[in-house]
C-alpha cells in the first residue's frame, strides 16, 4: 500500500463526509441566523426558539436528503470494497 493510496482514500472519505454533512450544516447555520434577526428585533432572548427551528429543520433535510445520502455512502462503501484487492497487494 503506498502512500498516495493512503492519501487517496483520506482524501475520499473526508469528501464523502463533508457532502454529508454540508446540507444540514448549512441549514442548520441559515435558520440560526434567521432566528437570531427575529430574536434581536423582537428582543425576545429565549434559548429554545433558536434550538427547536433548527431541530426542526435539520431533521426535515435529512428525511428529504436521506436517498441522496444513501446514494453517496453506497457509492463510496462500493468503491471501497472494491478496493480491498489493491489495499492487499
Keep these: ?8 482514500l483520506s482524501r ?3 469528501l464523502t463526509a463533508l457532502m454529508i454533512a454540508a446540507p444540514m450544516l448549512i441549514l442548520a447555520m441559515g435558520i440560526g441566523l434567521l432566528v437570531s434577526v427575529v430574536q434581536s428585533v423582537t428582543q425576545i432572548q429565549e434559548q429554545t426558539l433558536s434550538f427547536v427551528p433548527k431541530l426542526v ?3 426535515a433535510a435529512f428525511i428529504i436528503g436521506l436517498p441522496w445520502l444513501m446514494q453517496i455512502l453506497i457509492k463510496y462503501t ?9 489495499m492487499v497487494a
Design 57 to 59: 429543520g435539520v431533521g
Design 78 to 86: 462500493k468503491s471501497l470494497i472494491q478496493g480491498i484487492p489493491g
Design 12 to 14: 475520499e472519505a473526508i
Design 1 to 8: 500500500m503506498s502512500h498516495q493510496f493512503v492519501i487517496d
